[in-house]
């Protein structure tokens, strides 16, 4: 069974925070970071608080052919059924918490592939949005379900009652509701990784070259996501500038 190595979830939790907090300081929702509560010891990776209510994001990050149909998640040969119904005790939970602070929230799921999961768009798996970081990030930034008010009061509450990493508040909601701009190329050699054999008679090492290889793919990843940053503000400001005028 494919599985995700410790050092494989914090990387991918780390990659979809920063992605997170970029579209969080153009769009304005909140966000909080590696989420834990008292007395229980399951955590949650990232919780967003915006116009749209409030998203409870899991990163993943899967070495294999990634199939995400609205049918379900497969890593190869593997079903995921148990990560999504995990994701939804999340949102549960999340909800409860809020419920028994007064507020009713909208509150959903979204799976996010982290990675080598580029370009992957969202499909909705059993009610939980499955998707990229930048997929996922387009869909908490838009919708208009709450004001600023109601997006504070259920930040404070959720940073209150959830012991957290880091957090950015809320700000100046800007809903990302214009024409979306497209996700950044995917390099060539974007494609998923084969496993590494074991060594000895059954298999051979990786060549030092592939090494080269996955370590351009990243960088040409991150300048992609920075071209495609830059171009979301840009189009953000030229709608204010508009609105001003």
Do not use: Y
Not at 16 to 25: H, K
Not at 32 to 43: F, I, K, S, Y
């Amino acid at each position: 069974m494919v599985r995700e190595t410790e050092a494989e979830a914090v990387g991918a939790g780390a990659e979809v925070g920063r992605v997170l907090d970029m579209w969080s300081e153009l769009c304005g929702f909140g966000v909080l970071h590696d989420l834990t509560e008292p007395g229980r010891r399951a955590n949650i990776d990232h919780v967003v608080v915006g116009a749209r209510g409030v998203t409870v994001v899991d990163a993943k990050s899967w070495a294999g052919d990634v199939k995400v149909t609205p049918r379900g998640v497969r890593v190869g040969r593997w079903g995921k059924r148990q990560e999504v119904a995990s994701l939804k005790g999340q949102v549960a939970r999340v909800a409860q918490v809020l419920a028994e602070a007064g507020i009713d929230a909208p509150v959903d799921g979204a799976l996010c592939l982290a990675q080598r999961n580029a370009g992957r768009e969202l499909v909705v798996v059993g009610g939980v949005a499955v998707g990229w970081p930048e997929a996922v990030a387009r869909s908490v930034a838009t919708g208009d379900a709450w004001d600023a008010a109601a997006v504070e009061a259920a930040f404070d509450v959720l940073s209150e009652r959830f012991d957290h990493r880091a957090a950015r508040r809320p700000g100046d909601l800007l809903p990302f509701a214009a024409a979306p701009v497209a996700p950044p190329p995917v390099p060539k050699d974007c494609g998923p990784e084969r496993r590494r054999r074991p060594n000895g008679a059954a298999g051979r090492r990786r060549p030092k070259g592939a090494a080269r290889s996955a370590r351009r793919r990243r960088a040409l990843e991150r300048e992609a996501w920075r071209l495609a940053f830059v171009a979301v503000l840009l189009v953000a400001l030229a709608g204010v500038a508009e609105r001003a005028s």
